[in-house]
């Protein structure tokens, strides 16, 4: 959690940037992690020349001799024409030159820092953004991951190719049912900006932190007139800031999260760097981030280990349209369902990916669950005969707004066996208002959703208590085969009418009459005292 006075100082560098012409959220996001990068760089190279003075052990330094000049420390002092010289000419390039030392920052962002461009166009703009830069706390551990998960919550327009900011609460409970652990191997094949896998590090930090490794930190109102007094919530209790240290972990699963843990590809390069430095900046030292169309022939032939039979939990939110190159799509996912739409091409590669026994939770559009073409039917009947397709559950239409109206659902599969029965969940509300706003509510049926799937009892498909009218039930596999493998809730869920009871249609006209005579009566008491 980050205080009112970081968000102000956020909130102030944005303004900085809207008023200095760029008004584009993913540029502004894109031209600060630009700037954090440059300062991290010179953190850690620092933290290792202390740690070297200490121990003498060696390190591969990040600055040569003549690049000194380019470190955080030494930039930020300098004036404001020097300053844009240095920063567009010999720091950006420096960005992209090669760093084979898979050790260090540069190994993570070198891939798709090569087009990286300085957007900033005065110079005025760019002394600003370096001074609030410099005081935003990023030698914090616990606050990075809050404070550019609060520049991300700023992303309110949809990329060119249908890409958005998935919300948060949606994918914490997405991986609340996956309840990934220590050893596992966890994929997004349309990354994004890494909302998927930040959101499963921290969920992986509080599963393995002992109550001894929980700090909990109170917060004060840090301005105006209150300022120094507790901070409130709206029960009326001090607000806590909550800390996990992940002290459970073991030196193995420790190297495992950092370096194999978390896989992520896209093929829009700033989205990717925007998913590195949020990865890193919650704490993952190198996520396994590459520039990649993952639907295309290239990507099996580059990381055979993940696209193929090589991920154990996959969570995606596929883009719903955007362009396709239809002849370099691999031939392999065209066998599984012979179409144009990206949300079941997807579908498709992410069963690919799956290893036997590995899961998903792959948000679609509704149109997945109940189109008619062949290729909807043939990739339903593949999640359903050659898959066991746990789940599918229902969300409103209003939860990816502003970005989008489409109505939407969450598919839960485990690759490998057959179906016999799929449990369907209606959720009504997610604690937002389902309008432009998305204003906090009380209503949320996430907690209750999570809870519901983790005690669902598959004996009561076939018994008497598997009630149709309620938000969860189940359906046999029988029926939705029956119905053209159809996956849409309204197919199967049971409403119950309650019926009306009116007066006979004679009764209903004397009534009428009557009223009509009592209004004439009225009008000519009027007239008669004009």
Sequence with gaps: MITGQLKSKIDKLWEEFWTGGITNPLTVIEQITFLMYARMLDMNEQADEKRFARTKKPFTRRFNDKEQHLRWQNLRHLGAEELYKVVKDELFPYFSKTNDDESTEGAIFNEFMKDAQLMIQKQSLLVKAVEMVNDLPLENSDTKGDLYEYLLSKLTTAGINGQFRTPRHIIRAMVEIMDP????????????????????????????????????????????????????????????????????????????????????????????????????????????????????????????????????????NPPFKGSLDEEDVCPEILRKV???????????????????????????????????????????????????????????????????????????FTKGGTTDHVWFYDVQADGFSLDDKRTPIKDNDLPDLVAQFKARDKAIATSEENDKTQKAFWVSKEDIAANKYDLSINRYKEVVYEEEQYDPPKEILGKLVSLENEILADLKELEGML
């Design 338 to 412: 012979k179409t144009k739409k990206t949300e079941l091409l997807f579908v498709a590669l992410i069963e690919r990916m799956l290893r036997i026994g590995g899961r998903s939770a792959t948000i679609v559009p509704d149109g997945v669950l109940f189109g008619s073409s062949k290729a909807h039917q043939q990739l339903r009947k593949l999640l359903v005969d050659n898959n066991q397709l746990e789940a599918v559950i229902s969300l409103p239409s209003g939860v990816f707004k502003p970005y989008a109206g489409v109505s939407t659902a969450i598919l839960i």
């Design 181 to 316: 652990d220590k050893n596992s191997r966890i994929c997004d094949p349309s990354t994004g900006t890494g909302g998927f896998l930040s959101v499963s590090y921290e969920y992986l930090l509080e599963k393995y932190t002992s109550p001894e490794g929980v700090e909990r930190e109170p917060l004060f109102v840090e301005e105006g007139d209150d300022e120094g007094k507790p901070l409130l919530g709206s029960d009326g209790k001090q607000v806590e800031n909550v800390l996990y240290s992940g002290d459970l972990i073991d030196e193995d699963a420790r190297k495992h999260i950092d370096t194999d843990m978390f896989h992520g590809f896209d093929f829009d390069a700033t989205m990717l760097r925007v998913a590195a430095m949020n990865l890193v900046m919650h704490g993952i030292k190198q996520p396994d981030i590459h520039y990649q169309d993952t639907l295309s022939q290239s990507f099996l032939e580059k990381f055979p280990a993940e696209a193929k039979e090589g991920m154990e939990i996959i969570l995606a």
